[in-house]
């Protein structure tokens, strides 16, 4: 039972009614993305470690369960890290994660600022 017709003669928008269960099914059939406020932080750390010649291409990955940012040193190889965003895992271990080239999980968390972390270089003590 679909009604679809705007119920008023002036074609007011506010009188359609769409059914829940197509509502979800629309928005599931959509791939996970990275959005603005999360791309801005990943891309300002990008342009840091760009600027400090460490990696050099990157490439964005949309898919149905996840999204994926990898990072290359050069074009031709598998990516250094990826940070990748999957939705199905936020209440358990956190939605994001920086995985090395090995496969090996660096970082999960429910912040992509904490996650991001990862990469912060830290102050060590040298002896002289």
Avoid at 80 to 94: E, H, N, S, T
């Amino acid at each position: 039972m679909t009604d679809r017709s705007s119920g008023m003669e002036d074609g007011d928008a506010s009188a359609i009614l769409i059914p829940l269960h197509e509502a979800r099914r629309e928005r599931l059939d959509q791939p996970v993305q990275f959005d603005r406020r999360e791309l801005d932080q990943i891309l300002r750390l990008y342009g840091r470690m760009v600027a400090a010649n460490e990696w050099r291409d990157y490439a964005i990955d949309h898919l149905a369960d996840r999204a994926v940012f990898s990072v290359f040193r050069r074009t031709s190889e598998v990516p250094l890290f990826q940070i990748v965003k999957d939705p199905k895992l936020a209440r358990r271990q956190g939605a994001f994660a920086v995985i090395a080239a090995g496969g090996r999980i660096l970082k999960r968390g429910q912040e992509l600022g904490r996650v991001l972390g990862v990469f912060d270089r830290t102050l060590k003590l040298v002896e002289a």
